[in-house]
């Protein structure tokens, strides 16, 4: 087999709940004592809970997309096709690349481009970097990390070194840092196999998101482009194609709400078709250890089409207004005030920041801490330079709005002296 089997009963309980797709959504508490799919169970997952079978306590989200916390929730529909994807042998060459040309379609992407689905925008970074270095070179492929033959050098922009470059480094590259457009030309050698962007960091560096693949052409160079939480907006999923860039990264465990073990390459034929031999199902390669299952496969071009099908303005607003359902209660505490912001780029949604006086004695990182201990446990953010809490609403189940209030209140409320 080679599924583990714990996946295989988490697979298997998708499909039971494929038959109640249609069953109205729960409250979080209804939901976690006993769903509809526990009916057809015995054993482990019963309850209809398996997390708190193993002793390990669900968490509310109000933090955003962490893949700490499980990345993102998918649709009922999404489990549904994951299910049934689950129930048949197929070719995973053949999947993949009937999926890469679904989803240039649905994307509307320029020719000549294509998509891959990955383990997660760090296997797309690593395994498009891969395809870039081997082409289709059979021993090539089998010699990474060893370059020897191979070009050798990325070029990033100082400030847009992040965790994530890890996957780049993973090819055996060597990341060449520049800041400035003098530096950049310097830095071109016959080493140089791609120029790499990261666009969180976009306002950091000097050279922006449209003049980085202007200079990649004109020095002859794939570039890439990170851009794994940015969406919302939706066009951001065919914009940087548009834009020139030759490899685009997303993830899907983030507000596209495709599986947590699945993530999209978009790019250039050639490169995503380099890429995909540079991973698993292939043996020998880099790659294999970023398996992409079937069913992943097939439920990331579910999300996409659901997350295509959305009423985008809708949605900002739901998520708004349950933020604002939070800031009326708790603004009810003396000291404590709300405010509301939309980072620029990455989880580009509504965000509401929390702070009090010293009425209130306590740290942001006392209060975070102490819901997160809670019962329920709930995930913010806190301590990330500014004071107070930073919580959003988009990871959030209905009525999960009401309870992160009800329990902010208890935290501040108990200890404001007011
Ligand atoms: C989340 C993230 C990644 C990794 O994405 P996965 O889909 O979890 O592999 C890479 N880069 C950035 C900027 C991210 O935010």
Redesign the pocket.
């Known amino acids: 087999m080679h599924l583990p089997s714990s996946r295989r009963g988490f697979l298997r309980t998708l499909a039971a709940m494929a038959a109640f797709i249609h069953a109205p959504r729960k409250s979080f508490a209804a939901r976690s004592s006993a769903p509809n799919s526990a009916r057809t169970l015995t054993g482990f997952g019963q309850t209809g809970n398996p997390y708190l079978e193993l002793g390990v306590k669900p968490v509310i989200n109000a933090q955003g997309t962490m893949?700490m916390l499980g990345g993102s929730l998918v649709p009922p529909e999404v489990e549904a096709v994951m299910g049934q994807a689950a129930r048949h042998f197929v070719s995973l060459p053949e999947l993949e690349r009937a999926a890469g040309k679904r989803i240039a379609e649905m994307l509307k992407l320029p020719s000549g481009y294509s998509a891959l689905v990955t383990s997660?925008?760090?296997?797309a970074i690593q395994s498009g970097l891969a395809g870039i270095l081997t082409g289709d070179n059979e021993s090539l492929i089998k010699q990474l990390p060893d370059l020897t033959g191979m070009k050798s050098e990325v070029i990033i922009q100082k400030s847009h070194r992040?965790p994530?470059d890890h996957q780049l480094r993973g090819t055996g590259v060597k990341l060449i840092e520049i800041e400035t457009c003098e530096q950049l030309e310097r830095a071109v050698s016959d080493r140089t196999a791609m120029m790499h962007f990261?666009n969180?960091a976009n306002s950091l560096g000097q050279i922006k998101v449209e003049e980085w693949p202007k200079l990649a052409r004109r020095h002859n160079l794939p570039c890439m482009i990170?851009a794994?939480?940015d969406t919302p907006p939706v066009s951001h999923l065919w914009d940087y194609a548009h834009m020139g860039y030759d490899l685009i990264t997303f993830?899907?465990?983030?507000a596209i709400r495709a599986p947590q073990c699945a993530?999209l390459l978009i790019g250039r034929e050639d490169l995503v078709r380099f890429a995909l031999l540079n991973n698993s199902p292939y043996e020998d390669t880099l790659g294999r250890g970023q398996k992409v299952g079937k069913e992943e496969i097939v439920g990331m071009i579910k999300a996409l089409e659901l997350y295509l099908n959305q009423d985008h303005d809708a949605l900002n607003e739901e998520w708004q207004q349950r933020l604002e359902t939070i800031s009326r209660e708790i603004q009810k505490i003396p000291g404590v005030s709300t405010s509301f912001f939309t980072p620029d780029i990455?989880n580009h949604v509504p965000h509401m920041r929390i702070i009090w006086d010293g009425r209130i004695p306590l740290t942001a990182r006392q209060v975070s801490e102490t819901l997160r201990t809670g019962d329920p446990a709930i995930a913010v953010g806190a301590g990330e330079g500014l004071p107070g809490l930073a919580i959003n609403s988009f990871m959030l189940e209905p009525g999960e709005d009401r309870i992160i209030a009800e329990e902010l209140k208890k935290v501040l409320g108990n200890r404001s002296s007011a």
């Open positions: 893949t997660g925008a760090a296997g992040n994530f990261t969180f990170d794994a939480a993830s899907g465990g983030k993530g990455a």
